[in-house]
């Protein structure tokens, strides 16, 4: 992924590509959620009908493929008047955008086709994927802000903790049907943040303890959510709009920086369980906010920076690795995306 983004400038800049491409190309992650769920001939049929005749070529291929996939259309069709749309989830699309990230040439489409979408979410496109092809009629280019964490990009938001680094391998461990590892850790996860593994930061020189620490590209503004069923279980299916509104955005980006410190405890779970379905969770007595443009976060006490070996973090749902202290900062405009119309 590029490191070093310049940035789009202004409406010269979204004047770049046009805003009716007369074909969007469609590269797929064939190991997204919704692929593995609907089979590729359904997402394939659903795209070519939500699309119509705008629909171009649609590339089904493995996700280590798709950095190359997206360098290889750049090169042959950067300002042929096509578009590339890019299916697959927050991963997927953090993956494609590297390749063109500060570019004013590249305006890239997203469809949901992944576990939670919540980028696709936030630019305003359905969370069906057929209806959110469709939306690629009434489109336009936008620039928006991409965060960045020691050179890493990010477009959603990165996790620190060891508690969600457990929750994202439990959910690559069930997608490869490794049952037994996947809940051992959905266990330790759930033990963790209920009660233990604190982990206790220095941010810009104020110190925050939590169980989960989360820091998003641009502030969160979350929405209420239906209220699941009584009884019901949840799933995917009921997990994924409340995970969607808790994580909303506004309309526009703000240029800053948002770092959630959750401090969990059985208490605190509980209490916050209501206010992320009533959309009021960032102001709960829990939750420790703090903004900025750039963000300086090393580990407080014993284990202050130079004695922290490489750690693992998510990215945009995905897990990397680097080492404390993470230096975060916002590039502003530093993307070009296709944004539905109203």
């Known amino acids: 992924m590029s490191e070093n983004i310049p940035a789009a400038t202004g409406q010269a800049a979204d004047n770049a590509q046009k805003s009716d491409p007369r074909k969007f190309d469609i590269v797929i992650n064939r190991r997204s959620g919704t692929v593995l769920k609907t089979g590729e001939a359904g997402i394939e049929s659903g795209l070519r009908e939500g699309f119509g005749d705008q629909c171009g070529e ?118 490869d049907k490794k049952y037994f590892r996947g809940l051992r850790k959905i266990f330790s996860m759930a033990a963790g943040v209920i009660g233990g593994r604190k982990l206790k930061l ?83 007595k829990s939750v420790t906010v703090t903004s900025g443009q750039a963000l300086s976060i090393t580990p407080s006490g014993k284990d202050k920076a130079g004695k922290q070996a490489e750690l693992p973090i998510i990215l945009d749902g995905e897990e990397t690795k680097t080492t404390y202290p993470l230096e975060v900062k916002i590039v502003p405009k530093g993307l070009r995306v296709f944004r539905p119309g109203g």
Not at 94 to 103: D, F, K, S, Y
Not at 139 to 149: I, K, N, T, Y
Not at 256 to 279: E, Q
């Open 58 to 175: 649609i590339m089904m291929i493995d996700g280590k493929d798709i950095a190359a996939t997206v360098r290889d259309w750049v090169a042959k069709n950067a300002g042929s008047g096509r578009g590339l749309v890019i299916g697959g989830g927050d991963g997927t699309v953090l993956t494609a955008a590297g390749e063109v990230l500060g570019r004013e040439d590249i305006a890239l489409g997203v469809l949901p086709l992944g576990t939670h979408n919540l980028f696709a979410r936030q630019l305003g496109f359905a969370a069906d994927f057929k209806k959110a092809a469709a939306q690629y009629k009434n489109s336009a280019p936008a620039s928006v802000d991409v965060g960045q964490v020691n050179g890493k990009n990010f477009l959603v938001g990165l996790m620190i903790d060891r508690n969600s680094v457990e929750f994202y391998q439990a959910r690559e461990d069930f997608r």
């Open 202 to 284: 220095d941010v810009d020189g104020k110190l925050h303890t939590g169980r989960i620490f989360i820091v998003t590209n641009n502030m969160l503004s979350p929405k209420p959510s239906p209220k699941p069923a009584p009884f019901a279980l949840p799933s995917s299916e009921t997990l994924k709009p409340v995970i969607e509104n808790a994580l909303a955005k506004g309309a526009q980006d703000d240029g800053r920086l948002a770092l959630y410190a959750f401090k969990g405890g059985a208490h605190n779970v509980a209490s916050l369980t209501a206010a992320i379905t009533d959309g009021s969770w960032t102001q709960h």
